[in-house]
């Protein structure tokens, strides 16, 4: 269960959604899970072999407890350092209410802990298909990514001084695109959990490259499971080895007659 030095807490990302909701919601969070003091609370976590011990979970409501308007000081020490997590789960939850978000945590438990199944005794309750669709992009490393380079692109040396638009919903093979006084560059961000791995542009993305060759620039976003840092690279097809990989998918559809409307 411990994780082994250097690398991240087997349950990294629930952990962070149990330490957000506590910061958040305080005491209101742990009633929706019918309890009435933390300390059980958290002992329930444990019991559940999310955490070894109560202070792991009390541990990641103090990294939260700084970006909230409570009481409680947390890890003020860390100043900004972990906001990207708040960040990334404000961007998708930040608007629910306690219940609404105690929804999420205990789809997530029902999904990837199946212990929470054998203690939990309650029937399965409904949850918003919203929620649903909104829990799948926990996964998703690409828009952590992205929104850490929204609030952070002007600290690479590159962009310091530039204005940055999103092209995202254009689909023309970048996801933003930044003014330096009378130039424009096209960035496509990439984003990894770890300092290690490989990137896959799409043949768009690539073909895009190629066609604007320097004034296309990749940002991979990398560590994005504990203190994310942007490397740019300019003209990625030329400077950069990529081989291309043929995936032949079925693409089904679904058609009605044709109706008067």
């Known amino acids: 269960m411990a994780s082994k030095k250097g690398s991240k807490h087997q349950h990294y990302e629930i952990l962070n959604l149990i330490g957000y909701g506590l910061a958040k919601f305080d005491s209101a969070f742990i009633k929706e899970f019918g309890f009435k003091t933390k300390k059980s609370f958290f002992e329930y976590i444990v019991s559940l072999g999310i955490a070894e011990t ?6 990641r409501q103090d990294l939260f407890d700084y970006f909230f308007d409570n009481p409680r000081k947390g890890w003020w020490q860390k100043g900004d350092a972990y906001i990207h997590r708040k960040l990334f789960i404000d961007s998708l939850f930040g608007e629910e209410d306690v219940s609404s978000y105690t929804q999420i945590i205990k789809l997530y438990l029902q999904d990837k802990v ?148």
């Open 54 to 59: 109560v202070n792991t979970v009390k541990n």
């Open 114 to 261: 199946p212990k929470f199944l054998s203690i939990e005794r309650k029937s399965a309750e409904v949850i918003n298909p919203i929620l649903k669709s909104k829990f799948k992009q926990l996964q998703e490393t690409g828009q952590r990514a992205e929104l850490f380079f929204m609030r952070n692109y002007k600290t690479c040396p590159d962009f310091e001084n530039g204005t940055l638009q999103d092209a995202r919903t254009f689909g023309d093979g970048y996801d933003f695109q930044i003014k330096m006084r009378n130039k424009y560059f096209l960035v496509e961000v990439k984003g990894l959990k770890t300092n290690y791995g490989s990137i896959r542009l799409t043949n768009k993305e690539f073909i895009t490259s190629r066609k604007y060759k320097n004034d296309y620039i990749l940002a991979v976003v990398s560590n994005l499971e504990d203190i994310p840092k942007i490397k740019t690279i300019f003209n990625p097809t030329e400077n950069l080895i990529f081989t291309k990989q043929v995936i032949v998918q079925e693409q089904i559809s679904f058609h009605s007659k044709s109706l008067q409307w």
